[in-house]
């Protein structure tokens, strides 16, 4: 394997990746309730591993690219209702992907995708990467890796059409990426309604909605056909369409 992660690459070998015009990839994610079954830190562990896997599949292709410590803290409010949750407020959440921004331009870099894997990043997310470009000069791409590879996820799933949150898809990435998180007694719990959002709601209407008012379980899909083959297939696929996408120059042009 390649190594790509910035925190286990010295100074040296950074600012030599950066002259060779290096892909940074910043993972970001949260720290946030996933029902009764999974640990809080699912975002982040699988906002690291799809970063990871997709940098590993573009060094097989012959791209430098870094990655970044995953960016933990997010936009939870949504989630705060039920405990064991940190959220940060917008202008706190911009302002640390602006100073990693800044640092990553301050040492010669060119570019940088703000890899999400939290829904309530999204939004925010999009916004900074108009900032970030207009404020630093880099090339800045960022999007929720489901929202990106949707057609590469509904195919391996049973009950649910898409990702949603401590479902199937979460839940099964999680079997195959850790080791511990999920607790098995309580996977016949683990199912809510198939949307965040009521049918009356179209998705150009925005509303604020504390979880707990949609789903008293914490999660949204059902968990209960999750499995470690399932996540594997995932994973693949996710980072094979991520690396397919970032790795084409046409892109950054």
Partial sequence: MTETAWMRLTAPELREAALADALVILPVASIEQHGPHLATGTD?????????????????????????????HGLAEHH???????????????????????????????????????????????????????????????????????EVIGPILEDQEGLNHACEAETSMMLHVTTGTMREAE???????????????????????????????????????????KGEKLLAAISTRLADILGDRALWS
């Fill in 187 to 229: 996977l016949p719990n683990a199912h809510g309604p198939k949307t965040s959002r009521p049918a009356i709601q179209p998705k150009g209407l925005a509303m604020q909605r504390s979880f707990r008012a949609i789903t008293p379980s914490g999660v949204i899909g059902d968990a209960r056909r999750a499995s470690a083959e």
């Fill in 44 to 72: 982040t562990f699988l906002g690291g591993a799809v970063a990871e896997a997709t940098a590993q599949k573009l060094a097989a292709a012959g791209e430098r690219v870094v990655v970044l410590p995953v960016m933990w």
């Fill in 80 to 150: 705060m209702a039920f405990g064991g949750t940190i959220t940060l407020d917008q202008p706190t959440f911009l302002a640390v992907l602006k100073g990693i921004a800044r640092s990553v331009a301050r040492h010669g870099f060119k570019r940088l995708m703000l890899l999400n894997a939290h829904g309530g990043n999204t939004d925010a997310i999009a916004v900074a990467v108009t900032e970030i470009g207009v404020e630093t000069g880099l090339k800045v791409a960022g999007g929720t890796y489901w929202y990106i590879a949707p």
